[in-house]
Nanobody, 126 residues
């Protein structure tokens, strides 16, 4: 059974930092892309960062508004993906999800992924 467990969210002031973790199990970690998505109430889930599979070269992509502030990384030995978020802004507030399966390239659309974590809430206060 494929499982993803996202954690690390919380309440932080503007300019602060958080590191999200996504611990996975039940599949071959390096065979698939990993995506981090964000969802705000009433809006569609949007990708903030994604990394392709090992065979696709672990290419990394960022949403324009987070590039230079967020860093996606992986630890294959721990089957864990991370999203380091620095210089947080109020517009970064939302529930963050990690996703995998269904794609080897760094997919940008939610429907490209088969498996999702439960989400972790990030609140950036001004």
């Amino acid at each position: 059974e494929v499982q993803l467990q996202a954690s690390g969210g919380g309440l932080v002031q503007v300019g602060g930092s958080l590191r999200l973790s996504c611990v996975t199990s039940g599949f071959t970690f390096d065979d698939y892309a990993i995506g981090w998505f964000r969802q705000v109430s009433g809006k569609e889930r949007e990708a903030v960062s994604a990394i392709s599979s090992r065979d696709e070269g672990r290419l990394i992509y960022y949403k324009d508004s987070v590039r230079g502030r967020f860093t996606i990384s992986i630890d294959s030995a721990k089957k864990t993906a991370y999203l380091q978020m620095n210089n947080l802004k109020p517009e970064d507030t939302g529930v963050y999800y990690c996703a995998t399966g269904g794609t080897v390239v760094a997919g940008w659309a939610p429907q490209e992924y088969d498996y999702w974590g439960q989400g972790t809430l990030v609140t950036v206060s001004s």
